[in-house]
């Protein structure tokens, strides 16, 4: 059971609803008219609030910006067939948020702050709740040290807000990536395994170098030989070669465990796949492709939920996909997305009625 959560609601006198067009939502572009926020000091979670976006007035020393103090999740909201909201497995980002919070010497948010304070500000929001097929209520939760000194020291004070933002078909054609053998993004012992803010300022070099050679996105390898595959930029990253899928293990602590991975690992096992977590070299990977063995190379994040790769280029060599006949990432695609919006039965219990 969820303890009770106080929670002071103050709401908008004028909604922004209306001046939005629901079939131009740029990922992240919009947010709706109210937000969750509360601060902790004296070492609690004080009051709880709901109330309109608004900016907020940090000191110029907040420790944050320096020291970066900040960790976040992506969550999704949707409706089904009637109407009615449902978040997708909140509890697995709530775990996963206090881990976070854990590595970065943040407090843990309880329970009824993250779930029941995000399920009262979707339910007040759930008009801004998409109700075409793709689209979808993005929920940011996240927290930030709100310390105004100059000292770098594990903070006193932090700020947890959740932000709402409607969001239209993520750009999901098919991309290309290439094998990132200079730039990393994380190593054993760091923070690769937690979503804190300074694992994605550190990776916006690399992707940069990548568009500008005409690739949307790295695979990242391993920090130390460069040679085990990772991630694809900010998802989990699957290989389906020959009847297998194989996808990296969490062993190392140096890779995000994704919710979108862990949903796509159950959905393929159900539809008959032999799903195998263990390290991938890359040069089984090219071996792989060179037998014609290798038949799909996909990432899987909540923004995208999967993205296919139709070109992945090892040093000189360049492995090409018609992703058109592609079986097991079109599949996984399908069923969460008919999963998320009500049309098939929810036998994992990943639906979180609002
Ligand atoms: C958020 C994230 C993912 C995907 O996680 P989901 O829970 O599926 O959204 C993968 N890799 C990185 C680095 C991420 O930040």
Redo the contacts with the bound molecule.
Sequence with gaps: MIAELDLQVTKTGKSKLNEIDFNNLPFGKFLTDHMLEVDYADGEWKQAHIKPVENLSISPANSAIHYGQSIFE?IKAYKDADGKPFIFRPY??FR?FNLSAERMQMPAIPEELFIEGMRRLVDLEKDWIPMKSDYSLYIRPFMFSTDSTLGVKAAETYKFIILLSPTGPYYSVPVKVYVEDTYT?AARGGV?FV?NAG??GASMMATAVAKKQGYDQVLWMDAYEHKYAQ?I????VFFVIGNKVVTPDLQSGT???????D?AIEVLREEGYEVVEQPVHIDDVVRAYEAGELKEVFG????ATISMIRELKYEDFVMKFDTDTWKAAPAVKRILTDIREGRREDTHGWMFKV
């Design positions: 992506g697995d980002n996963r993004r690769g979503k694992n994605y991630e930029g900010t998802m989990n890779i995000l465990e994704g919710v979108t991975r949903s899987t994040g909540t923004a």
